[in-house]
């Protein structure tokens, strides 16, 4: 849609303005996509003034229109008490309407495979995204031609599912896993039987070509090959129906470990297809499968817990699950395209991108946003109005159980970016995230604060547990952590010579807040750094003369 093409800046240039009308002419005429940009762009004040009430009124028409997106924004605002009141049946009603969607999409296969990097991790930590350089896969490449059969199938599983920068080509995938297959490699002849049950706009379905190479690669004992199998005689693809061979290879496929393997038996169990209905069982396997990461495991899981179905209702745990499944929808994409944005400098477009699917509920793009306005980095917004939402981005993230987002609440509330300063709001966060997350950075931020009673009774002991549990957590926080025990011990031994010394004229040589300010302790920290550094660069090996 052209509307959505100017939002995002892709391929069309970005006119958030001309979006906006082009939304407008939608919605008057009852258009559901009309309603949803609208809404967004009522949520997040682009374009328009911010006004929830009227996004909630065009998310909701967009959800009765069917709108895939509405109905996500929707679920996640009920489930978040985002601006309504929390409602775990409402949030249950619309999750499951996308869940439904998703699970509908699902092939064989499996589907693309997305991946959620977190910016924050990934610039300011050092963590790798995962995306693969292209000299890595050329030198792959190079490999699987000279005949490196693993170089191969790995190339082969790359283009099948897409993901980690690489585009899902089912040509590609086929012409891998054939070269792999002709080598005699069992994994090889099991993925050409899924492209072949499956099949794609390039490549037509062939049961006859599926069951070929399923029956080589169960011939050795593949996995995925006995599955493939199971799941032709389960479902009578090419052969006759068959329910006591399908489980006996689902049961073979399972018994490795095999993620669909497990996923069908929890089906014929949970069905009764040719075993006795047993719920059990079906909770068994479904939650094996789950631990794989399987969408319609996390999707049947969701409908047992939903109906009470062989277990006590739990409309939470419903929630979580169908909200996961939702999250695995092709929608989901746009987090690779606002990544992509995001490393060509398109600060604006990967703003956009990822404000979006925040509204969606999708935590790392709401850390996403938050790390993008943190930073400075989206020109349309002035510093504060940046700093205001990405403490809003940051809430919402924390509260999904994101423990740096967590941490940077903290931070906000400490230095008063976008909000008043507020020492006990810092330290509850910091306490969330030190107790929940185990977090090393709020362990020793609440140590920090304890030793200069900022928002808490001031208390050296506490300090310096937290100091020393920052540690133990964290192998990066012990040289910061030695510094500050380091500086900690000074300030508690020039303490107690205050004390000594308080009834005599030597007093003030020692009061540090007086001569030097109330930041002395700043300038102590840095000059034990200092000395610490030039021990290290003095006992450095030596070069033999």
Excluded at 201 to 225: H, W
Excluded at 336 to 347: I, K
Excluded at 408 to 429: C, F, M, N, R, S
Aim: contains cysteine; negative net charge; charged residues 20%.
């Amino acid at each position: 849609m052209v509307a959505w093409a100017k939002l995002f800046g892709n391929p069309l240039k970005q006119d958030i303005h001309f979006a906006k009308q082009m939304f407008q002419e939608l919605a008057d005429v009852g258009n559901p996509e009309g309603h949803m940009g609208l809404g967004f762009l009522y949520a997040t004040g682009l374009a328009v003034n911010v006004s929830q009430p009227k996004a909630l009124i065009h998310y909701t028409f967009g959800a009765i229109g069917g709108n895939t997106w509405a109905q996500m924004a929707l679920g996640y605002r009920y489930w978040s008490g985002n601006t309504v009141a929390t409602s775990c049946e409402k949030a249950l009603d619309f999750y499951r309407l996308v869940a439904d969607k998703v699970s509908q999409g699902v092939t064989f296969g499996g589907g693309a495979a997305i991946q959620r990097i977190r910016l924050l991790d990934e610039v300011e930590n050092g963590y790798t995204s995962g995306i693969l350089d292209n000299d890595l896969i050329e030198y792959y490449q190079l490999l699987a031609e000279k005949g490196d059969v693993q170089a191969q199938v790995g190339l082969g599983q790359l283009h099948y599912q897409g993901g980690r920068g690489v585009d899902l080509d089912y040509q590609k995938a086929l012409h891998y896993f054939t070269q792999a297959a002709n080598a005699g490699n069992a994994m090889a002849m099991a993925y050409l039987g899924k492209i072949y049950l499956d099949g794609s706009d390039e490549i037509p379905a062939s049961n006859d070509t599926a069951f070929k190479y399923f029956k080589k690669a169960s011939d050795l004992n593949n996995p995925v090959g006995l599955s493939g199998l199971g799941l032709m005689y389960l479902y009578g693809k090419g052969v006759e129906k068959d329910y006591t061979k399908a489980h006996h290879y689902f049961l073979l496929s399972a018994e490795q470990g095999w993620v669909d393997g497990q996923l069908q038996l929890g089906n014929m169990y949970f069905n009764g297809l040719g075993v006795k209905k047993d719920y059990k069982m079906a909770n068994k396997y479904f939650s094996l499968a789950s631990q794989s990461g399987h969408v319609l495991a996390y999707y049947n899981l969701a409908q047992m817990h939903a109906q009470g179905t062989g277990m006590l209702r739990s409309c939470p745990t419903a929630v979580e699950l169908f909200k996961n499944v939702a999250e695995r929808g092709r929608w989901g994409e746009l987090l690779m395209q606002a990544h992509s944005d995001f490393r060509s400098r398109r600060y604006d477009e990967s703003f956009v991108e990822y404000a979006l699917l925040a509204e969606l509920g999708y935590e790392v793009a709401q850390s996403n946003a938050a790390f993008l306005l943190d930073r400075g980095e989206v020109p349309m917004f002035t510093k504060e109005d940046a700093l205001a939402r990405a403490l809003l981005y940051w809430g919402r993230a924390a509260v999904q159980g994101y423990s740096a987002a967590q941490v940077k609440l903290g931070d906000y509330y400490y230095y008063g970016l976008g909000t008043p300063v507020d020492y006990e709001v810092a330290a509850a966060h910091y306490q969330l995230a030190s107790e929940q997350q185990h977090n090393a950075q709020a362990m020793f931020n609440l140590g920090y604060m304890h030793e200069r009673g900022l928002g808490m009774q001031r208390d050296a002991h506490l300090a310096k547990r937290l100091y020393d549990r920052a540690a133990e957590t964290s192998i990066d926080a012990r040289v910061p952590v030695a510094l500050a025990l380091l500086k900690l011990q000074l300030v508690v031994g020039l303490e107690s010579l205050q004390e000594y010394l308080l009834q005599t004229p030597l007093y003030n040589a020692v009061d540090l807040n007086s001569t030097v300010g109330s930041n002395w302790d700043l300038y102590l920290i840095t000059a034990l750094a200092a000395v610490l550094g030039g021990i290290v660069y003095f006992r450095r090996p030596q070069l033999p003369q």
